[in-house]
């Protein structure tokens, strides 16, 4: 079997870590990297220009997911972040995680329980533009809502048989890397979970492990791993169009003459005009309805006073009424 163990770092992210294992493996160490100053006693270094120059993180993920035409030779792969350092041979690791029955083995990831909260978490955490993880999030939630309930597991430690069946599932995860957040643990399980490819959940622990131990960090430059902190959107294609804009503008103005600009101020003169005019019949409308409505409250206070007059008046009438009747009956 044909073995080769491969890590990628570029924009230098992490600092390459030594690999003491590969003294006692017959496996080839291979790290890609667009460092030409990069040089290491375990590893072979193979330089490479990053896919997208803008976009170190995507342009690590083409070597990861979908690797190199240099690992075609090789029956086995094993893909580890540049911070992971291996505890166990790669002979040991391929025999033990790689089963006859299966195609690519990997680690359940350790501390989170569903995909969902990957998403939660790289938000919150900034890794990615908010509306790109929301968006992948609503999709998968109509068309995979099964994605989002498994269990994520962890792409740090890949082990993987060279196989047109593992080449196509990670053709369909990069597509999801592409398409949506470059945070390729949200998608991981996608391709795992609705293609047929055969693989298993070793149950190891993400940090350490007989087999390897992680994160082994040294000078990471942090903020590469970040989502950009100005807003995303094309700004360049909207400073584009205001270009496009202003030199229309200024061609329109340029044809316009003497005549037709003073056309368009007599028409704005009779707008203006007519605009006085309406708003002086309506000055005059609005004291008309003031002045009625003002007499109509005058008549309806004069009729309540009279309405009151006329009650008294009955009350009084009845009162006399009733005292001439008194008067005589006493006679």
Known sequence: MKLCVYTVSLGGYDRLLEQ????????????????????SETWEIVHVTPRFPQDLHRSSRVFKILGDERLAPYDVTI?????????????RIAADWLTPEVDLALAPHSFREKV???????????????????????????????????????????????????????????????RYSRRDQLSLMMPLTVTGLRWRAVDVDNFESEYHRWPVIGERKVALGKARSQPYGPMLAELRRNERR????????????????????ETIDHFSRELAASTEVNRQLEARVMSVQREVWERDVMLREADSIAGSAKTLRRNVVRRIRSTLQRR
């Open 79 to 91: 893909c580890v972040d540049a911070s992971v350092e291996l505890r166990a041979t790669p002979e």
């Open 246 to 265: 202003i030199r229309e503008l200024e061609a329109e103005v340029a044809r316009l003459s003497a005549e037709p600009v003073q056309e368009l101020r």
């Open 20 to 39: 003491p294992v590969a003294n006692a493996s017959e496996a080839d160490f291979i790290c890609f990297t667009d460092d030409p100053d990069l040089t």
């Open 116 to 178: 969902i909260d990957e998403f939660d978490e790289v938000v919150r955490l900034k890794y990615d533009d908010p509306a790109r993880v929301y968006e992948q999030l609503n999709d998968y939630a109509l068309s995979y809502p099964e994605v989002l309930g498994a269990q994520p597991h962890w792409g740090g430690f890949l082990v993987r048989r060279n196989t047109p069946a593992v080449a196509d599932a990670m053709r369909l995860w990069f597509d999801q890397v592409l």
